[in-house]
């Protein structure tokens, strides 16, 4: 199946900081990626649809100015975490769909990056 | 909008025993489903998806999923689990173009062996 590669799979960073996560399609180019955030023992809350060279849409209750995300390119799309907070502590997982558009197409998903902040 | 609803949220077999896993989902028009599996320390992966035709639908490792249109259902089987088994699975539901995925709440399965 198809990859995609997050980066980092972990970080800590001090409160106030930002942190920068990165989502890579390696075989196969994704105008959509998804941004997802896990809880523990709770299950994948959609955060953001990012659409490669035009704003992401996002979910409802997720703060846009907060959770910055960019997809400059087909292969790549980045969220920002700014301003972190212990509250913003998770598992965030990105995924890409192959075939944009297409509805019958599976969605294949990042490791994952573990956010902890301190 | 759509929803989808995982009753077991943690389940105990033993090894050889049967497993299903219940799924329904809320949305009146064509979907997507699909049931991912996440091994301890993993990200996840696809078991098996039902996109159109026949209902019943094979995945890997043995597992197999049933569409039942009108109970909106579509419950994940396994004759006989494998201590490998032992993972946290979810149900998701899409319904086309760019359209979200939209997961089940998860159940941890964990086979004794």
């Known amino acids: 199946g198809a990859v995609v590669s997050q980066h980092p799979s972990w970080v800590i960073c001090k409160s106030g900081t930002s942190v920068k996560i990165e989502c890579r399609s390696l075989d196969f180019q994704a105008t959509t990626m998804f941004w997802y955030r896990q809880f523990p023992k709770q299950s994948l809350m959609l955060m953001a649809t990012?659409?490669?060279?035009?704003?992401?849409?996002?979910e409802q209750g997720v703060e846009k100015d907060k959770f910055l995300i960019n997809h400059a390119s087909l292969t790549l799309s980045t969220l920002t975490v700014t301003s972190a907070h212990p509250e913003d502590s998770s598992f965030y997982i990105c995924?890409?769909?192959?075939?944009?558009?297409?509805?019958?197409?599976?969605?294949?998903f990042g490791q994952g990056t573990r956010l902890t902040v301190v | 909008a759509q929803s989808v609803s995982q009753h077991n949220h943690h389940v105990i077999l033993s090894e050889a025993a049967s497993l299903e896993l219940g799924c329904n989902y809320s949305y009146g028009g064509t979907v997507n489903l699909f049931w991912y599996v996440q091994y301890p320390g993993q990200h996840l992966q696809l078991l098996l998806k039902?996109?159109?035709?026949?209902?019943l639908v094979k995945g890997i490792k043995g597992f197999e999923a049933e569409f039942i249109k009108s109970k909106f259902s579509f419950n994940l089987r396994k004759p006989s689990v494998q201590w490998s088994d032992t993972a946290e699975y979810f149900c998701?539901?899409?319904?086309?173009?760019?359209?979200?995925?939209?997961f089940g709440t998860g159940t941890k399965l964990q086979v004794i062996p």
């Open positions: 990012s659409n490669e060279g035009s704003k992401a849409t996002y």
């Open positions: 995924s890409a769909r192959v075939g944009g558009r297409q509805m019958n197409t599976e969605a294949f």
């Open positions: 039902y996109f159109s035709g026949y209902p």
């Open positions: 998701a539901v899409n319904t086309g173009g760019y359209q979200k995925v939209t």
